[in-house]
């Protein structure tokens, strides 16, 4: 009964679960193109490459970011960003706003990034 229970409770709750995904897929594909640099492309290689990437944040000028992973144990969200850890990341990423610019979220998790074109 216990385990019928469970699997009920995990189908009620599969389609919210792909509804948090989508809507912020589709966040990301509303936000205005930006340029990025080859280098910054790289370093956004290496987030993806992390244990469990979570927030991408870019300067305007597209040559500097930040990003956020959770290590596993110490995650407040779980695989998803918290706001405060989404500010946070922006926050990082805006000790060179003086020198790139006020930055933005390029991606989040493992979703598809903002779309952007390659400068330099």
């Not at 992390?50 to 930040?66: E, H, K, M, R, T």
């Not at 922006?90 to 003086?98: D, K, T």
Request: with cysteine; hydrophobic share 30%.
């Amino acid at each position: 009964m216990g385990r019928r229970l469970s699997m009920m409770l995990l189908l009620a709750f599969l389609p919210l679960l792909a509804g948090c995904q989508t809507s912020q897929s589709q966040s990301m594909e509303n936000l205005p193109e930006i340029g990025i640099s080859h280098e910054l492309l790289a370093y956004y290689q290496k987030y993806r490459d992390s244990i469990n990437p979570l927030v991408f944040a870019v300067s305007q000028d597209g040559y500097w970011g930040s990003y956020l992973f959770c290590d596993g144990h110490k995650c407040q969200g779980g695989s998803q960003p918290t706001s405060r850890e989404t500010s946070d990341t922006i926050a990082r990423c805006n000790e060179r706003e003086a020198e790139h610019g006020p930055c933005s979220v390029f991606a989040l998790g493992l979703g598809p990034p903002r779309k952007y074109h390659l400068i330099d």
